[in-house]
């Protein structure tokens, strides 16, 4: 945050509901009264439509752009859309509506290039509720966007997304990887949308997911990443096995862990020792349910070494602690670079702690993990599974039979 501690950062609002802008401008005028961690802030304009949006975005150059998805003349897409063909690098913030048809356009927006997004405080009942709302989820994110997007333009020079970035800094761990486990925030769906249809059908682990998501966003993303990944990828319930090459997404209203569970083979007596997901509803965990430190802190303690864990892009610093879990028991930590993510937070938590084996651009950690996890793991294999036959899709596979 400390860029922008010389001048305030300039915001345009674009929504058509008289009430969004009416809650907008009395926003950024109490934040300017106020004096707190944030930076200072002003709503340098407000626009009613997209055409009138794309107009002022023109002639104020703002640091940061809040966009409502639904506006006449041109609706939020398109506005992206043209942003993005003239290849302007203004951070956006979609304003959406907590409906399954306002969950799949934000998901649709993120993909085009928005950052990030906040929930309307439309299920308020009065004015001071709904600006304390928007205040919470939308003030943070500004501060946070601008200040990356400011301090990617300072970096002298592009970092080849070709090439991984950051040396190793531990001793690799020489366990087999058993699971992949992964955490992410903000920027975390695109980012999705790029690594896990890397990851090749015949991948021989289960990959766990917490992305911080409301519960209705999380189910949409799931189905969205199925669509396009050649793993199953759904959102998780309680006590559904993992299994080798599935993706399991945590509900956006629940922690998820790791616990053990015995399974007995289909057509046979045989139980197995087996894993599962657990789901629970404890108060949110640095601010957050899901959070990724639940994630991470049972996987260290029921796989250990045979951890792999990931940290993307995101705000705070959810998922340190679990990782830090991770690393002593001999598991290893990735995490992704400042250039490719749209917050360097928790990853740069990570990178700055010194746990990383790897601090690595989104375009080649798809691969990474696939040559790790195969290389720890020649010569080995789940006993009478075939993984070229998509095990994913069928629950005979059960992860931990080893």
């Known amino acids: ?10 915001v345009l609002a674009a929504d058509d509901s008289a009430v969004m802008r009416g809650i907008m401008r009395t926003l950024f ?6 004096r707190g961690e944030l930076p200072r802030m002003e709503l340098a304009g407000i626009a009613r439509d997209g055409m009138e949006c794309l107009e002022e975005i023109a002639k104020l150059a703002p640091d940061v752009l809040v966009l409502d998805l639904e506006m006449p003349r ?6 992206l859309d043209r942003l993005r063909a ?16 306002g969950a799949r356009a934000t998901l649709d927006a993120l993909a085009r290039g928005a950052s990030d997004y906040v929930m309307k405080p439309t ?3 009065d004015f001071e509720s709904a600006l304390a709302s928007l205040s919470q989820q939308l003030l943070p994110r500004i501060a946070a966007l601008a200040s990356n997007s400011l301090r990617q333009s300072k970096v002298p020079g592009a970092i080849p997304l070709n090439e991984p970035t950051g040396a190793i800094v531990r001793r690799e761990s020489c366990s087999a990887v058993e699971v992949v486990v992964i ?8 980012a999705l949308e790029q690594l896990l249809p890397q990851l090749p059908e015949d991948f021989p682990v289960p990959v766990l997911v917490v992305q911080h998501m409301p519960k209705l966003f999380t189910g949409v993303l799931a189905e969205r990443l199925n669509r396009f990944c050649r793993l199953k990828v759904v959102e998780a319930s309680h006590g559904v096995p993992l299994c080798a090459g599935a993706v399991l997404l945590a509900p956006g209203d629940a922690h998820m862990e790791i616990m053990p569970k015995a399974v007995t083979r289909p057509g046979s007596l045989e139980v197995v020792r087996g894993f599962a997901a657990k789901l629970h509803y404890q108060e949110p965990l640095n601010h957050c349910r899901p959070s990724v430190d639940y994630l991470f802190h049972s996987a260290a303690r029921l796989y250990g070494a045979g951890t792999l864990a990931l940290v993307l892009t995101g705000m705070g610093s959810d998922g340190l602690e679990g990782a830090h879990a991770i690393a002593a028991a001999g598991g290893t930590v990735l995490a992704q670079d400042e250039m490719s993510s749209a917050v360097w937070g928790m990853p740069g938590r990570i990178a700055e702690s010194g746990i990383a084996a790897a601090v690595l651009p989104l375009s080649v950690i798809g691969r990474e993990i696939t040559q790790r996890v195969k290389r720890s793991r020649k010569g080995r294999s789940l006993p009478g ?8 899709r069928s629950p ?3 992860h931990g039979l080893l």
């Open 396 to 398: 005979e596979v059960v």
């Open 74 to 79: 041109m609706d939020g897409l398109e506005v």
């Open 183 to 190: 955490g992410v925030s903000t920027g975390g769906p695109a």
């Open 385 to 392: 599974v075939d993984i070229a036959e998509k095990p994913q």
């Open 29 to 34: 005028m109490r934040h300017g009264e106020s």
């Open 123 to 125: 299920g308020h009942h």
């Open 1 to 10: 945050m400390g860029v922008f501690k010389e001048r305030t950062l300039r």
């Open 86 to 101: 003239i290849r302007s690098k203004v951070p956006v913030i979609m304003c959406s509506s907590h409906t399954e048809r």
